[in-house]
């Protein structure tokens, strides 16, 4: 029986490139490619694909906001290779958690692993859901004594290129148009995070606060406050740019809070 297969990924060069690896598999028959987290829900729910090779870090909806949709919808869950560009730790989870993944650049070896460990899934009739989510969880949720144990660590894209940040080195993000951007001082990118709440989340209160609802800042990288209309504020920041930052009215008490002003 042929493996009923879907591609996501945002980048096109990476969908074509996986697609033309995978015709070298005569058991694989792609069946449909999509490039974004909400296409991705929609094609499952369409097709009821054996496999999804699945895009980890997509703007908006991404791998992870996937599963959690599917499951959401009680939809079928199929057997997911992920595409990551993950730390050493994250992988380790990956693996713990037999859960596949390829890294870019794709190898055809490695994908013919993937599939071959996809196709005993497939026979077998095993429900790749538990795996899915102890994973989840511990890739998007750690424990407040993991966070303390190392510093946050931040997946960013910029250029065609994914980087991880220390969250010490995030100077603000901001949202537009569901798209987290990550600013540090040398460059910015976008972030997997879906919401300003899930950033938030992970990160120190201390340091890290919600100066608007499109913005989340660095306390330590505020420059400069300068007096606004109606007694409110803006945040001028220490990056090259010099940002400035909207301070919300609602938040204008905890800025006088933070900075004893």
């Given at each position: 029986m042929?493996?009923n297969?879907?591609?996501?990924?945002?980048?096109?060069p990476?969908r074509?490139?996986?697609?033309?690896?995978?015709?070298?598999?005569?058991?694989?028959?792609v069946?449909?490619?999509?490039?974004?987290?909400l296409e991705a829900?929609t094609?499952?729910k369409?097709?009821?694909?054996?496999l999804?090779?699945?895009?980890v870090?997509m703007?908006g909806?991404?791998g992870?906001?996937?599963?959690k949709?599917l499951?959401?919808?009680?939809l079928?869950?199929?057997?997911?290779?992920?595409a990551?560009?993950f730390?050493?730790?994250?992988?380790?989870?990956?693996?713990v958690?037999a859960?596949?993944?390829?890294l870019?650049p794709?190898?055809?070896a490695?994908?013919a692993k993937?599939?071959?460990?996809?196709?005993?899934?497939?026979?077998?009739?095993?429900?790749?859901?538990?795996?899915?989510?102890?994973l989840?969880?511990?890739?998007?949720a750690?424990?407040?004594?993991a966070?303390?144990?190392?510093?946050?660590k931040?997946?960013?894209?910029s250029?065609?290129?994914?980087?991880?940040?220390?969250?010490?080195?995030?100077?603000?993000?901001?949202?537009?148009?569901?798209?987290?951007t990550?600013?540090t001082?040398?460059?910015?990118?976008v972030s997997?995070y879906?919401?300003?709440?899930?950033?938030?989340a992970?990160?120190?209160?201390?340091?890290?606060?919600?100066?608007h609802?499109s913005?989340?800042?660095?306390?330590?990288?505020?420059?400069?406050?300068?007096?606004?209309?109606?007694?409110?504020?803006i945040?001028k920041?220490?990056?090259?740019?010099?940002?400035e930052?909207p301070?919300?009215?609602?938040q204008?008490?905890?800025l006088?809070?933070?900075?004893k002003l």
């Open positions: 042929p493996i297969t879907v591609i996501v990924d945002d980048e096109r990476a074509d490139e996986l697609l033309y690896l995978l015709k070298g598999f005569p058991e694989v028959n069946v449909a490619l999509g490039k974004n987290g829900v094609l499952i369409e097709h009821e694909p054996d999804v090779f699945l895009d870090q703007p909806l991404d992870f906001g996937v599963i949709k499951l959401e919808r009680k079928r869950v199929p057997q997911i290779v992920f990551t560009a730390d050493n730790y994250a992988i380790q989870a990956f693996d958690n859960v596949d993944y390829v870019k794709f190898d055809k490695r994908i993937a599939l071959q460990r996809a196709k005993k899934m497939v026979d077998a009739h095993t429900s790749p859901v538990e795996r899915l989510e102890t989840m969880g511990q890739l998007t750690p424990t407040t004594a966070k303390s144990a190392q510093p946050v931040l997946l960013v894209k250029q065609e290129r994914m980087f991880l940040v220390d969250a010490d080195d995030m100077i603000y993000a901001s949202i537009q148009d569901g798209t987290i990550i600013f001082r040398d460059f910015e990118g997997n879906r919401t300003i709440e899930e950033l938030s992970s990160l120190d209160a201390d340091r890290f606060w919600r100066a609802r913005y989340l800042v660095n306390i330590n990288h505020i420059k400069e406050v300068v007096p606004w209309f109606k007694s409110s504020y945040l920041m220490n990056d090259k740019r010099a940002s930052i301070v919300s009215r609602a204008t008490r905890r006088r809070e933070l900075l």
